[in-house]
């Protein structure tokens, strides 16, 4: 049945290669072998004592992204449970058939040809390893073909459309980052030995599924074969257990979670402004769009954060809650835009517009200020010195303060068109429009409005004045507040002046 199932897929791949879809798989397939390509590279240009944490990095990015890539979009298996209902297979021997099927495609083929630095690796070492690497490839390839699988399953069975687009903000975040922190991991693969992998990181992900075929071609190297054993069941037991997930999502009927949001009975807000802050926390827990741009200011700033650990830098980590709230204003500076032509209950209800600005304000600070509270204080204390607290400390209240008017004046004087909420589709990244120029814009202008605390910090940094630096705390603290109040006030003007402009760009 196995063979069946997959000269079925590769007669519908061979009939479905035209068009769109020919186009998009040859993409596809330039960009694995450019990713492979860059998978042998590092393995072959970092030294002896490098190319070890070459392959461990570049096999737990493979594994991630096999496993985040169904979350961006799922996959196009071609052969569905739906299509084979009446034939006579158990759950199991289903998801048997499937996985063989699976690994007629584009994914699985470029997985092999990046897998092979693992034969070159084992060349290195030892010609003798060569067979313990051909054999882990083969079983590290049949690891992730299934995990994708049940991800897919799992995604389109269990995950409510919330969690959804918080979730498929986390590969964009991390490539988004990647190209701009991408320089630490070559040079944590090929630099000095300063920016050498750290050996705690190392061991890590050595205990990483990813890891292991690493682990077996080192321990067939040292001619420790208890170990090579070990880790080849440890392969062929994952790969049991995903395909035993996979047999049981198959065969459990398709009845969507939806998750409700919470009521708020008995509540009645006392004020128009309280009314507001009440919508916009409830807004902000259901629009899709909101959560998915505010996830990926999340994920991008700890992955920009952490990135830097791989070379034992640091220095980075009390700084989060600062880049954290930077990029929530960029990603968030599209609040009217968000509610699309929900905005005319603002413009006929006479004064709404004082509350409705502010109460955006508070909701917003009610949301980001903790969250970057929290990452300041925790980055502080793993970075374990005091020389950056200044800079975290002198810039959070001017950010947060300066962010809380930019993004309203933004939102109401550079409008977006965004799909009415009940017109979207599941996909928030898309349906969020083209935020791209608000996100710089809003980046660009923040940096200006922190510049006089900004300006005190680098004075005080380069004439080592302690003084100076601790000054810009009471200055920042002074100028979040006028720029939160000043910014908000200037947006208040342009809503009710400007409103029924603001409406008919949004419709």
């Not at 594994?63 to 298996?77: A, F, H, K, N």
């Not at 006028?482 to 949004?506: D, Q, S």
Request: contains cysteine; positive net charge; glycine residues 12%.
């Amino acid at each position: 049945m196995v063979g069946v199932l997959i000269a079925m897929k590769w007669r519908i791949l061979r009939h479905s290669f035209t068009g769109t879809k020919a186009t998009t798989t040859t993409t596809g397939l330039v960009g694995g072998l450019a990713a492979a390509g860059c998978t042998l590279w590092l393995t072959i240009a970092a030294g002896p004592d490098r190319a070890g944490g070459a392959l461990l990095l570049t096999m737990a990015s493979w594994l991630l992204g096999w496993i985040v890539g169904p979350m961006m979009g799922g996959t196009d298996p071609g052969l569905r449970r739906e299509h084979l209902r009446h034939v006579p297979l158990t759950d199991r021997q289903l998801a048997v058939g499937l996985l063989g099927a699976a690994l007629v495609g584009v994914g699985p083929a470029v997985t092999l040809v990046g897998g092979t630095s693992l034969i070159w690796y084992a060349l290195r070492l030892d010609p003798a390893a060569v067979p313990v690497a051909l054999l882990v490839l083969v079983l590290f390839v049949l690891l992730l073909v299934a995990l994708a699988n049940v991800v897919v399953s799992l995604v389109g069975r269990v995950i409510n459309g919330r969690l959804s687009a918080a979730l498929m903000a986390i590969p964009w975040g991390v490539l988004v980052c990647l190209g701009a922190q991408g320089w630490v991991v070559i040079a944590a693969i090929t630099g000095g030995p300063e920016t050498a992998l750290p050996p705690f990181i190392a061991d890590k992900l050595r205990l990483a599924p990813s890891g292991w075929p690493v682990v077996a071609i080192e321990a067939a190297a040292r001619g420790d074969w208890l170990l090579v054993a070990a880790v080849v069941a440890g392969l062929a037991a994952s790969i049991a257990a995903a395909l035993g997930a996979w047999a049981l999502l198959l065969r459990r009927p398709v009845s969507p979670t939806v998750i409700r949001g919470a009521r708020w009975r008995g509540w009645r807000p006392p004020t128009a402004l309280a009314a507001v802050v009440g919508k916009e926390l409830r807004t902000w827990g259901r629009d899709l769009v909101r959560i998915h741009f505010l996830a990926f200011a999340l994920v991008y700033v700890l992955t920009y954060v952490l990135l830097p650990l791989l070379i034992n830098v640091t220095d980075y980590l009390p700084m989060s809650g600062v880049f954290f709230t930077v990029f929530a204003v960029g990603c968030c500076a599209h609040l009217h835009s968000s509610d699309g032509t929900a905005l005319w209950q603002t413009l006929l209800t006479p004064g709404a517009e004082r509350a409705d600005v502010r109460g955006r304000q508070r909701a917003w600070l009610l949301l980001v200020a903790p969250a970057a509270i929290v990452l300041t204080l925790a980055g502080a204390i793993w970075h374990g010195a005091w020389d950056m607290v200044p800079w975290a400390v002198g810039l959070l209240p001017v950010v947060l303060g300066g962010g809380a008017g930019l993004l309203v004046l933004v939102s109401v004087f550079v409008p977006v068109r965004i799909v009415d909420p009940h017109k979207r589709g599941s996909n928030p990244g898309s349906d969020g429009g083209g935020l791209s120029g608000i996100v710089w814009l809003s980046l660009l202008s923040l940096t200006v409005l922190a510049s006089p605390a900004l300006a005190l910090l680098i004075t005080g940094t380069v004439r080592d004045d302690e003084l100076l630096r601790w000054l810009a705390t009471p200055v920042s603290l002074v100028l979040g507040v006028v720029l939160a109040w000043g910014l908000g006030r200037l947006a208040i003007t342009r809503l009710t002046t400007r409103g029924p402009e603001l409406l008919a760009k949004l419709g």
